[in-house]
Antibody, heavy 124, light 110 residues
């Protein structure tokens, strides 16, 4: 079945780095853009980043620009989120999600498959 | 503070109808499709509605959506206990080059 599985979360000190991974299966991973979103404890969802199906196009939320990068390896059906210079406010559950539009560079019609999330805690 | 505005909560009795509103601007809802997500407690979000009013396969037709100007709404008819969840509106923002979320609306079935 269609599935996304995240990994790489953990407890890190402020200023440190972390790499999150998300492996997709059951669909043509290389043909869909992939997103990351996060949710701080007790708070709402916040979109973080998107990378196009071919890795050429990407966008990052303003609060993470210069600190987070998104990348993908279509040969491994994996999308990554590299988190650096982490801050306590980056604490939360990080979800990866599949865009539902096939091989396009726009991201208008939502994310139809979500992983269960991986937890990042930034604390000294 | 979220780019899209939603009421924090709404409650209604079983069998009734609730409407969740989402307000944005010309750079997001005014120019792009609105999508809605349902998040049950402790679970990952689920795409509930896309392109303003299109139901994904398997989603109950008790849910309906509409967009007008810079606002959108999600209606749930025949409210059931299983509908208790957080609901989020989203849209692409042309100025921010980002997906923007509403703050979420918690639906409580009395």
């Amino acid at each position: 079945q269609v599935q996304l599985v995240e990994s790489g979360g953990g407890v890190v000190q402020p200023g440190r780095s972390l790499r999150l991974s998300c492996v997709g299966s059951g669909f043509a991973f290389r043909s869909y853009a992939m997103h990351w979103a996060r949710q701080a404890p007790g708070k709402g969802l916040e979109w973080v980043a998107v990378i196009s199906y071919d890795g050429i196009n990407e966008h990052i939320v303003d609060s993470a620009k210069g600190r987070f990068t998104i990348s993908r390896d279509n040969s491994e059906n994996t999308v990554y989120l590299h988190l650096s210079n982490l801050r306590p406010e980056d604490t939360g559950v990080y979800f990866c999600a599949k865009d539902q539009t096939f091989e396009k560079y726009y991201y208008l019609y939502g994310m139809d498959v979500w992983g269960q999330g991986t937890t990042v805690t930034v604390s000294s | 503070q979220s780019v899209l505005s939603q009421a924090p909560s709404v409650s209604e009795a079983p069998g009734q109808r609730v409407t969740i509103s989402c307000s944005g601007s010309n750079s997001n809802i005014g120019n792009n499709a609105v999508n809605w997500y349902q998040q049950l407690p402790g679970k990952a979000p689920k795409l509930l509605m896309y392109y303003d009013s299109t139901l994904p396969s398997g989603v109950s037709d008790r849910f309906s959506g509409r967009r007008s100007g810079t606002s959108a709404s999600l209606a749930i008819s025949g409210l059931q206990s299983e509908d208790e969840a957080d609901y989020y509106c989203t849209a692409w923002d042309d100025s921010l080059n980002a997906v923007v979320f509403g703050g979420g609306t918690k639906v409580t079935v009395l």
